[in-house]
Structure formats: structure tokens, C-alpha cells
Nanobody, 125 residues
Framework: QVQLVESGGGLVQAGGSLRLSCAASGRTFSTYYMGWFRQAPGKEREFVASISASGSNTYFADSVKGRFTISRDNDKNTVYLQMNTLKPEDTAVYYC??????????????????WGQGTQVTVSS
């Protein structure tokens, strides 16, 4: 089992930027998809972005497309979520996750088995 630790959350004004990081333990980091999900108060957790093992494929929710980017550094066992032009509706707890196995595409919560503890992102208007 892998341990995932997110960091980089905080309070930012609308239009601002934040970069989230997720550090993973374990030697098999580079084998799996990594994803970011978020959960706003009173809402279900939703997909935000994911990146393939090599980093060559990335996927984004429509709500963040063009504003967020995802990247990974397999040498550092870390995945990043760069969030630009933040909106109040981006306020949520953000979770990183590792996929259960190798996939050609991983954008669904059930495809992920290891989760971080989450980091709060608050965007003020």
C-alpha cells in the first residue's frame, strides 16, 4: 500500500493560483495513474484531473479544463496540480489518489484505491 500526502492548499482570492503537491511513498509510483479529486461541502467527491504513468496522457474535468494542469515527477514520486484562475466554486478539499492497477484511462473514482488525507482549498470572491 502506498501513502499519499498532499500539500499546498490554502486560501486564495478569485483569479489567483495555487499548486498542490502529492508525495507518494513506495517504489511503484511510476507504474500507476495518479489522479486529483475534490469534494465541496454537501457534495459528492468528483474527478478533477488525472495523469498516466509516463505523464504522456492527461485528462481534466470540463469545469477545470484550460485552468488546471497536472504533472508528475516520477523521480520524486510526486504529482502536482497547478490551479490557475481560481473561482469560488473551486473551493473544496482536494485529494490525490493512485489507481488500483494500470489503465489506458483512469477518470473514475472506483479506479483508484489509495487516497491521501486531503488538503483544503478555499477561494474567496
Amino acid at each position: 500500500q502506498v501513502q499519499l500526502v498532499e500539500s499546498g492548499g490554502g486560501l486564495v482570492q478569485a483569479g489567483g493560483s495555487l499548486r498542490l503537491s502529492c508525495a507518494a511513498s513506495g517504489r511503484t509510483f511510476s507504474t500507476y495513474y495518479m489522479g486529483w479529486f475534490r469534494q465541496a461541502p454537501g457534495k459528492e467527491r468528483e474527478f478533477v484531473a488525472s495523469i498516466s504513468a509516463s505523464g504522456s496522457n492527461t485528462y481534466f474535468a470540463d469545469s477545470v479544463k484550460g485552468r488546471f494542469t497536472i504533472s508528475r515527477d516520477n523521480d520524486k514520486n510526486t504529482v502536482y496540480l497547478q490551479m490557475n484562475t481560481l473561482k469560488p466554486e473551486d473551493t473544496a478539499v482536494y485529494y490525490c489518489a493512485r489507481s488500483l492497477r494500470t489503465y489506458s484511462k483512469a477518470i473514475f473514482e472506483h479506479q483508484y484505491g489509495d487516497w491521501g488525507q486531503g488538503t483544503q482549498v478555499t477561494v474567496s470572491s
